[in-house]
């Protein structure tokens, strides 16, 4: 019998959870961007800078913590960044009582993204090591649905804590989550007990790998789009069609909602139909398709409608939700890319890629709203889909299937 059939879902339930405790913070912090600018007195350009400096800390940290991970193993790495994690949001909430500057504000956001990393690269080399390579790309998209479950959390529980009790409390409350979720890593996260020696074909280290890095750079790519939607769709629904934070939020969490649904059927269907390449290619495409969409109704819908108030929420809804739903096959073929004992790396590559750009667009955007408006940032959006498939295509294309993974004693 191959990998202990109970245990494994264990560990797959403990990484999920480590991943929404994080991804509430990280989605959720950009839903309250509309109280955030009032409560702190933040312009545009400041706001874009707090809705950002959460990606740079992540980004910065995310290749250390795999390659602590890879060596260490996966406990002791997620404890670590659980824990500390909720000390630095536990300092944000003490400090958010009083007068929070804006350096202060930003300062803590960055030390919750430099710590809350680890548990990216670390809960996905967990699934490496547990899982099969047919079951993978299902286990590795439930595992990616704890992100915009996680966010879709965040959009609905931050905001209203924000405007009933102010950010101590959403601070705090982020804080409880994190070692809530702590507890099931320590009670069920621990390497496998290997009962032959390693079978993996050598590779070369991640950091060395071209292929492992085009992967990489794809993944950043057509991150940006997601992250776009994710930090600047409430402003745009805000302020260019004056729809309330309400419904603000309903729109954000149908878009995760959808985020999940599919991220678990893309998963099945492609460890049922072994075609993750071609799939992740297509969806690159399909994405730039659904944001030139979104741009042509931006531009034609200019000013505020019954119309625009219809057809745009269900045009961002559509380019949110398809832009979401690939993840979890990308970054199980990134793993397999470079192997399981060196997922870890792998893995906290292509989070590094991403959070930096969770860092760079939410500026980029702000600059590309004020100067050019609404209508090019989702254009330039589908630019990035474009760029993104031709990245995939050219870093998957000798994608070499791994050896099994050993088993132990179920």
Not at 179 to 202: A, D, F, M, R, Y
Request: proline share 3%; charged share 10%; glycine share 10%.
């Amino acid at each position: 019998m191959g990998l202990n059939n109970q245990h494994r879902w264990k560990v797959l339930a403990a990484g999920v959870s480590a991943n929404v405790s994080f991804s509430c913070v990280v989605g959720g912090v950009p839903a309250t961007a509309v109280y955030l600018r009032s409560t702190y007195h933040l312009s545009n350009s400041e706001l874009g800078l707090a809705l950002g400096i959460l990606g740079l800390g992540i980004a910065v940290s995310e290749i250390p913590w795999g390659l602590l991970t890879d060596r260490w193993g996966d406990r002791p790495v997620l404890l670590t960044g659980l824990l500390s994690v909720a000390l630095s949001l536990l300092i944000l909430a003490a400090f958010s009582a009083h007068t929070l500057t804006v350096q202060g504000l930003c300062l803590g956001l960055f030390a919750t993204g430099l710590l809350g990393s680890s548990v990216n690269g670390a809960s996905g080399r967990a699934i490496m090591l547990w899982f099969q390579e047919r079951e993978r790309g299902l286990a590795m998209s439930i595992r990616q649905t704890a992100v915009p479950t996680g966010y879709a959390l965040g959009a609905v529980l931050l905001p209203w804590l924000a405007h009933r009790y102010g950010f101590s409390i959403v601070f705090g409350t982020a804080a409880a989550l994190c070692l809530l979720c702590s507890g099931l890593v320590w009670l069920w996260i621990h390497e496998p007990n290997l009962t032959q020696p390693k079978t993996e074909i050598p590779r070369l280290s991640p950091l060395r790998d071209k292929q492992v890095w085009r992967a990489v750079l794809a993944i950043s790519v057509l991150c940006a789009p997601q992250f776009a939607v994710l930090t600047y769709a409430g402003v745009f629904f805000h302020d260019a069609l004056g729809l309330s934070v309400t419904t603000v939020s309903l729109v954000l969490v149908l878009i995760q909602i959808g985020a999940v649904i599919g991220r678990l059927w893309s998963g099945h269907w492609t460890d049922r139909l072994n075609n993750r390449r071609a799939y992740l290619k297509g969806c690159a495409l399909f994405c730039a398709a659904a944001f030139a969409g979104l741009s042509i109704a931006a531009s034609v819908l200019e000013t505020p409608s019954l119309l625009a108030s219809i057809a745009l929420p269900l045009a961002v809804i559509l380019a949110g939700i398809v832009v979401s739903i690939w993840h979890g096959v990308a970054y199980a073929e990134l793993a397999t890319l470079a192997g399981a004992q060196r997922s870890g790396t792998a893995l906290s590559m292509g989070n590094s890629g991403v959070f930096l750009g969770l860092f760079l667009t939410p500026i980029a955007a702000s600059a590309t709203i004020s100067h050019w408006g609404w209508a090019t940032l989702w254009a330039l959006c589908a630019l990035c889909g474009l760029i993104a498939a031709r990245l995939f295509a050219q870093a998957l294309v000798k994608v070499t299937a791994l050896t099994p993974v050993n088993t132990q004693k179920a």
